[in-house]
């Protein structure tokens, strides 16, 4: 069952919804194939990511020219690793990245890989809790799946019809340019945040145009696509990784009003 089917199926149960009342039975056919359906591409999916994510991690030493999947260039984002598109997966390594002369994302003067990985596990963890709120309902979000082979995590996600002219909340070039532009959209993030206890506080660069007011961390994105849709990508900051080494006073951007989950 792919995806065109499923489409097919909401589409008559909108349709059906519109037109006349279903019997109980009907309704619980519909679901039931509608869950079928996902269940059976999520399963697809992670198949593929594993199988496509193995061989991009063995031959990841090799010259570009003779690599099975070739990786992408085009693609932006301030952290992680080569990342490559392969049967509509986006595979992108979880590896720490040098911004600067001597200067590592999340080793600070050296490369800290294990925490780029570990971040990964922050973005998956994430994902999950941004489903689990009410506001997941009429926000769009990939599915994903981590790979873990000889040492080295990849990162896959399903690709979306999104691109940087899309991006309509949050940042892609690490704060120096914020958007904040689509009122519903930032409404819906503020919502889904503020059920993950994540209080709004002032996100961006020194060097920023400006600085805006945000609800979660200033690199997750929020699209726009030309289905009208809205989309949430990079959740690895969503998720903190322990308020145990806040010591005694949390920082600002969590919410005191709630009791935190771990």
């Known amino acids: 069952v792919g995806p065109s089917r499923l489409e097919r199926v909401v589409g008559r149960e909108r349709r ?6 279903m019997s109980e039975e009907e309704e619980m056919e519909e679901l039931r194939v509608v869950y079928s359906a996902l269940k059976n591409l999520a399963r697809d999916f992670v198949t593929a990511s594993v199988e496509y994510g193995t061989i991009i991690i063995s031959e990841m030493t090799w010259p570009n020219h003779r690599k099975t999947i070739q990786p992408i260039t085009e693609l ?8 490559y598109i392969c049967k509509d997966i986006l595979f992108k390594f979880a590896v720490d990245k040098e911004v600067g002369e001597g200067v590592w994302v999340y080793g600070g003067a050296e490369a800290d890989h ?3 990985m570990k971040a990964a596990n922050h973005e998956l963890r994430a994902l999950l809790a941004l489903h689990k709120t009410r506001a997941s309902k009429a926000l769009r979000l990939p599915l994903m799946s981590l790979i873990t082979y000889r040492g080295f995590r990849l990162v896959a996600l399903s690709v979306l019809p ?3 002219h899309t991006l309509r909340y949050g940042s892609q070039d690490g704060g120096l340019v914020v958007h904040r532009s689509e009122e519903r959209l930032r409404r819906l993030v503020e919502s889904a945040c503020s059920e ?4 709004p506080h002032t996100a961006g660069t020194s060097e920023a145009r400006h600085l805006e007011n945000f609800a ?3 690199d997750l994105e929020g699209h726009v696509a030309e289905d009208g849709q809205y989309y949430l990508v990079d959740f690895a900051r969503v998720r903190y990784p322990s308020t145990s080494l806040f010591c005694h006073r949390p920082p600002p951007y969590l919410s005191s009003r709630k009791k935190m989950d771990h």
Do not use: W
């Open 16 to 21: 059906r919804a519109g037109a006349e009342a």
């Open 216 to 218: 979660g961390p200033v």
């Open 114 to 116: 294990a925490s780029a």
């Open 196 to 199: 993950l206890g994540l209080a």
């Open 76 to 83: 932006g984002g301030v952290a992680g690793g080569e990342k």
């Open 162 to 164: 999104i691109s940087k």
